[in-house]
């Protein structure tokens, strides 16, 4: 039998589970944008359903909800050449992802990483959807037959296990319906580091306001966080390879370099030897001067609450427009009866 061919298609999501953050942005949304063009066809969603697999107030949950879709309307996704819309509006989401629980085998889920990181010594508390949050992320990419997921470096085990279980799925019902979804994981902003603390990831819901920079704070607050960054004495080194030893250095390095659309070595070359006192104020300036656009449109977009809900129920129309059929398909691969 001959192997189906999958259009290109890329699908990736933020959960709205607070402000979004320069981690978000460089590792995600700017890619997103990027990625809108002729090569693929590009869907975009806010992943509501995972954000609440952690208590989210209601009201908040909407609020952040329109956030995450002005983040990506004002950062350039297009409502008309990307899908864009609220996973919560497509039921299909939460119905593939329950047979992916079925498929999904609980030692795969217990090797998760994120999980063990977000429920720390909480594990017996914390919900039943924190846990089985990746075969519902599964869902989401398999339900568009999704051939590229763009996302951060922290997202990478969930993609494999998204692999995992569209090739269990394939396996036990012996079809070719699932395809191997591609990981896209590249450049400098795979990572973005806390910072505070340059081992840790930047999150939404990380501890401490001064830990991240959010995309909607002002000029000021930028360069008053970068100015109380974390870092070490040393003034920058000649190479890349004096990074290695120094997160807080990097990450900043890091930073710069995906704001600027450079490399790390180009960033390097230029500030080799420089204190801290003449670089943290030119990656304000330069965090100001990509992110201060960004953030008045989203101050405008955020004014007309209405606006946003139609572009996201227009988007939610088209998305189900491609996962109905292919829930249906799923539906019929395992035995449901449809009369
Ligand atoms: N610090 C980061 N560096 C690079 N990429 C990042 N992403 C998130 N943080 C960073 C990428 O953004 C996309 C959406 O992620 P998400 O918000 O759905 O989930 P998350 O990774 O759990 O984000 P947070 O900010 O850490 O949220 P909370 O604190 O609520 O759990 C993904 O592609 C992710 O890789």
């Given at each position: 039998m001959t192997k189906p061919v999958f259009a290109p298609r890329v699908f990736s999501g933020i959960k709205p589970s607070g402000g979004l953050t320069l981690g978000n942005?460089?590792?995600?949304?700017?890619?997103?944008?990027?990625?809108?063009?002729?090569?693929?066809?590009?869907?975009?969603?806010?992943?509501?359903?995972?954000?609440?697999?952690?208590?989210?107030d209601p009201a908040e949950l909407r609020t952040a909800t329109r956030e995450v879709a002005a983040g990506y309307l004002a950062s350039g996704i297009d409502p008309e050449r990307s899908i864009l819309f609220n996973q919560s509006q497509v039921h299909e989401h939460a119905e593939l992802g329950w047979l992916f629980n079925c498929v999904a085998r609980v030692g795969w889920m217990n090797r998760m990483t994120q999980f063990k990181d977000k429920a720390g010594e909480n594990a017996e508390g914390v919900s039943l959807g924190l846990y089985a949050y990746p075969s519902l992320m599964a869902a989401d990419i398999l339900l568009y037959h999704a051939t590229h997921v763009p996302v951060g470096e922290d997202q990478k085990q969930h993609v494999e296990l998204t692999r995992d279980i569209a090739a269990k799925f394939n396996h036990d019902y012996k079809v070719d319906f699932f395809p191997m979804t591609t990981p896209v994981i590249e450049g400098p902003a795979m990572r973005i580091m806390n910072l505070r603390d340059g081992t840790k990831k930047m999150s939404k819901s990380g501890e401490s306001d001064m830990e991240r920079i959010n995309m909607t704070d002002d000029a000021d607050l930028i360069a008053k966080k970068f100015k109380k960054a974390k870092t070490d004495p040393e003034p920058l080194p000649e190479t890349v390879e004096g990074l290695a030893a120094r997160p807080e250095a990097?990450?900043?390095?890091d930073i710069y370099a995906?704001?600027?659309?450079?490399?790390?070595?180009?960033?390097?070359?230029?500030?080799?030897?420089?204190?801290w006192g003449r670089f943290k104020p030119a990656l304000a300036d330069l965090a100001v001067e990509k992110l201060a656009?960004?953030?008045?449109?989203?101050?405008?977009?955020?004014?007309?609450?209405?606006?946003?809900?139609?572009?996201?129920?227009?988007?939610?129309?088209?998305?189900r427009e491609i996962a109905q059929p292919i829930l249906r398909q799923a539906y019929d691969i395992v035995g449901m009866l449809r009369s």
């Open positions: 942005y460089l590792g995600a949304i700017k890619r997103f944008v990027d990625m809108q063009g002729p090569k693929f066809e590009t869907i975009y969603c806010v992943v509501d359903l995972h954000a609440i697999t952690v208590w989210q990097k990450n900043l390095v995906a704001l600027n659309d450079q490399t790390a070595e180009q960033v390097i070359t230029e500030y080799a030897g420089a204190g656009p960004i953030s008045t449109e989203m101050k405008r977009l955020m004014d007309d609450p209405a606006e946003i809900d139609r572009t996201l129920g227009r988007g939610a129309d088209r998305a």
